[in-house]
């Protein structure tokens, strides 16, 4: 069965600092990764997306993650943290039919 | 595009009454739909999946009697929680996935809090 690791429970960072957000999965075959993110009371929106190609993923408001198959990683990473980024933010691969999600990590930004 | 909804956003409901949650994909047609709840901070867990058309399968210790999923149309399916208890508190998300996609991307709708009296 597939599984996903947060490491991370909490993170702050500095307004305007790096960010990165650790993800490990466990899944036999190749996976299809994807980064969520969910404002307090809110469903998820979706950030960014690995099928296959380019390790190096792109997503929106910034964001990217690359995908290291040696590791069963998929980190994701912004260059400049903004304070409007606070959130949890949620890892997940897909197995067939269902995304299974790791633990989250909600990340605190100071300004 | 994708766009999901949920209705209600929030609902509170005496001990022992059903609460209907509505989940509805705007914009797509959705031949699997997905219900998830979240206890505060905490992640997703999955507790059924529906299929329009066909009877939702239940995730293991999900209770299918007291959960009950309709999946009738291809934008709409809906979670009545029957005879609801505190416990039964929490936040459900729905989500639903286009019927033609390949990716197994799934689209999620708002959420629904739940407070049972």
């Known amino acids: 069965a597939q599984s996903v690791t947060q490491p991370d429970i909490h993170i702050t960072v500095s307004e305007g600092a790096s960010l990165e957000l650790r993800c490990n999965y466990s899944y036999g075959a190749t996976p299809y990764l994807f980064w969520y993110v969910q404002s307090p009371g809110q469903g998820l929106q979706l950030l960014l997306k690995?099928?296959?190609?380019?390790?190096l993923v792109q997503g929106i408001k910034g964001f990217e993650a690359e995908f290291k198959r040696s590791q069963s990683s998929f980190n994701l990473r912004k260059p400049s943290v903004h304070w409007s980024d606070a959130a949890e933010y949620f890892c997940a691969v897909s197995a067939g039919n269902m995304l299974t999600f790791g633990g989250g990590t909600r990340l605190m930004v100071k300004p | 595009g994708a766009v999901v909804s949920q209705h209600p956003s929030w609902v509170i409901c005496k001990s022992g009454t059903s609460v209907k949650i509505e989940c509805r994909s705007l914009d797509f047609q959705a031949t699997t739909m997905f219900w998830y709840r979240q206890f505060p901070k905490q992640s997703l867990m999955l507790m059924a999946t529906s299929n329009e058309g066909s009877k939702a399968t239940y995730e293991q210790g999900v209770e299918k009697d007291k959960f009950l999923i309709n999946h009738a149309s291809l934008t709409l399916s809906t979670l009545t929680v029957t005879s609801a208890h505190p416990e039964d508190s929490s936040f459900y998300i729905c989500?639903?996935?286009?019927?033609?996609?390949?990716?197994?991307?799934?689209?999620f709708g708002p959420g629904t809090r739940l407070t049972v009296t």
């Open positions: 690995y099928f296959s190609g380019d390790t």
């Open positions: 989500s639903a996935r286009p019927g033609l996609a390949v990716s197994y991307e799934q689209y």
